[in-house]
């Protein structure tokens, strides 16, 4: 009987690397043979290698469980999907299934949630870029807006008289809320002023009917006091331009921003601490609500979160291509995904699962993409056993903004399957091919090859 | 004699250069390896027992033995006549 | 016999305040086995066998909470546990969010919240400036190079550029003050904090909160002589009313649980805030060599005992840094390296 078999490895023992441990101890080594109860082998036997995966039942739980937070605390909460976090039909139409409506940023992603079938009237039109033609039509199909600037004002009313109607309109905000570095390029800032004279703006003009705030005061915010500073804010600022304008405000639209439990670079510890629950940043929103507003006033509170739902549900399973060894000795590994398609390996560090179980001891590695550009780099520090050729690595969470930021650099972008709540593996997006990036180009004719 | 004969090893694992005062740390399959280059054995020799003692192929032992010898050529334990 | 653990035992030329808070145990009414939990092999607190009966290697806390509570437990298990005093920032978090987790297996520990813990950031010293009624520096919180010049025009040189959490630098001209901008920025990122600088006298105040508004004792101290990286080498105590009248209100407004360091400037009549530190100081041994024993006092509380409060320290007490050494073998290290204990 043969012993096992692990790598040969020899460490050389440094102040400040002497812990035996490593920060992805031995003994806590993660091995994942299977998502969702499919086997990682099996996936990537149908669908190939690299590959997204997303599992429907995580989805849900996590949809689940911000919507309770929030409804549970306060009685008139909407949910509307944030379209650029993940726009894949088939990850739309599940949070649109369990009541989300749909936040749109670009006539693009406008289109996108129609075809769904999302009718204009479920739709929140927000961003600094709404093109004249949009507008129409969203004005036309009963979208809410959201207004970035004062030309878009003046659009609008320009939208009013070509329609006859008058659009219920938001105004966005940006606002200090303690947060650093502060959004103050979208919206109308609070604190100058700017905002109550975007108001009377609209009222002098006459042609529009303000109905909403809204504010979004970052991203990856992990500090929950910073949204009871909007929250209050902003019912400070309703009530103002309630009374002073006549305008009744009946949502307050707060954004999102919610963190997922990814490390984020830069921040020393475990997401498991570092990140607060939803549970948190929903009881700081909905006291700050209940103790701002007026008795029996109960606008609708929306929040437009989308990392804190999908990032989490999405798993991206890469395959170690080649070993090598860097002149510094340390152990440097070719996956066959990179930058390409992980977006947010620039300033996240996920977590590694390893699809087997790998002997021997942990040593410090790089992660390499597979890409012929040195910024190509997944992780530039970890601490994994020796990996054979062909391991998988299971890469998460991932399930936020990759599979909409991915771009069609050098490789075809990879297939993306959702299991369902009984197992079931679809395919949601096929991998790509030579046609996709070809479909829409031209040849001029004198520049065709005789080869 | 030779560097890697200066070595104080340990059943542990742990290596101790007298001349260097440098410490290391080795797994059970990297002081299998130490022991038979101390014993001047070739490549193609600890290749064999590597896959006669633990489990696995020739091929894969032979891949990782070059990737050790590289290890241990960094660090400046194999000189020129052990390689 | 309680068996303690505590971490910080890197007693090197930046210390941890581990081996401070072990003589303090050592020297207290309770008879107590010390553990010492590491980082890395070459902590010399590891080889301190006199305060440190055993040591262990502890996963780093970013390595994620299972890891370390798991640790935490085969010691508990393997050896007995009874409390942990943790005493580095970076661990903190960690050991309030799973003090009650920690409490349920028999290990105590006597810790500020959460919310407590979050006051050390320096954007939250005005706030609590306000509410103590004491002065803090002319403060910007700036996030680009553009707020930089437009803070350092406002508050005029020189300005203390600082890193939330970390670092502080003392700028004279804008090209100083930005290249500490960058590094702190490269380091410890977003946002920097620029201050005036305030000239006066630099005390701080040691003291272990007791959760309900009073505590267990305050020492007051001026560094006499620090080292180039800061570090406290000589010292003397001082009886400044000011200063203690305003940690106490420290204490009481916020309700201070566990122990915590209360540095300021002290210009004539006013207290500026520099910083609150929610654990020891690396020369909490001075408040146990004149009389105040805090590390026995937050051990006792964490037990469940009632910690003596009385806290009639004498000014004029002298507090000497020095360095020692001593010779062991290979072997020690060896097994550290090998087993992760000793």
Known sequence: MKEAYEKPVILKLKTGMMNKFGSSPAYIRKIRKEIDGVPVEELVEKFGSPLFVFSEKKLRQKFREVKNAFTLRYPNVEFSWSYKTNYLDAICAVLHQEGETAEVVSEFEYEKARRLGVPGNQIIYNGPYKPYDSLVTAVKEGARINIDHFEEIADLEKVADELGVKPRVGIRLNMDTGIHPQWSRFGFNLESGQALDAVKRIASGGKLELVGLHCHIGTFILDPHAYEVEVRKLVNFAYTVEDQFGFKIDYLDIGGGFPSKNRLKGIYLPPEVAVPSVDEFAERVCSALLSSLRPGDYPKLILESGRAIVDEAGYLITTVHAAKRLPSGLKAYVLDAGVNILFTAFWYKFNIEIDREVYGTSEPCVLYGPLCMNIDVVDDLTYLPPLPRGTRLILSPVGAYNVTQWMQFIRYRPAVVLIGENGEVDLIREAEDLTDIVRREKLPERLKLEW | ?83 | MYRVAVSGINAVDNPGPGVGIAKGLKGGSLEVSIYGLAYDAMEPGIYMKWLFEKSFIMPYPSAGEEPFIERLLYIKSNYGLDAVIPALDAELPLFIKSSSLLESYGVKTFLPTEEQFKLRGKDHLPEIAERIEVKVPETRIVTSYEELSKAVEELGFPVMIKGIFYKAYKAFNISQATSYFNSIVAEWGYPIIVQQVVTGEEMNVVGVGDGEGGHFGLVGIKKLWITSLGKIWTGVTVRNEELLSATERFVSEFKWRGAFEFECIVSNRDIYLIEVNPRFPAWVYFATGVGVNLPDRLLKAALGLEPERDWDYPAGKLYVRFTDDFVTDMSEFQRVVTRGEN
Not at chain 2, 43 to 57: C, N, Q, T
């Open chain 2, 1 to 83: 004699m030779g560097k890697l004969e200066r070595l104080a090893i340990n059943d542990e694992g742990f290596i101790f250069d007298p001349e260097t005062g440098n410490s290391y740390t080795v797994n059970k399959t990297g002081l299998f390896i130490i022991k038979f280059l101390k014993e001047g054995k070739s490549e193609e020799e600890i290749v064999k027992a590597l896959s006669e003692k633990f489990d696995v192929s020739e091929e894969d032992a032979r891949r990782d033995l070059v990737d050790f010898m590289e290890q241990l050529r960094l660090y400046g334990l194999l000189e020129g006549e052990n390689v």
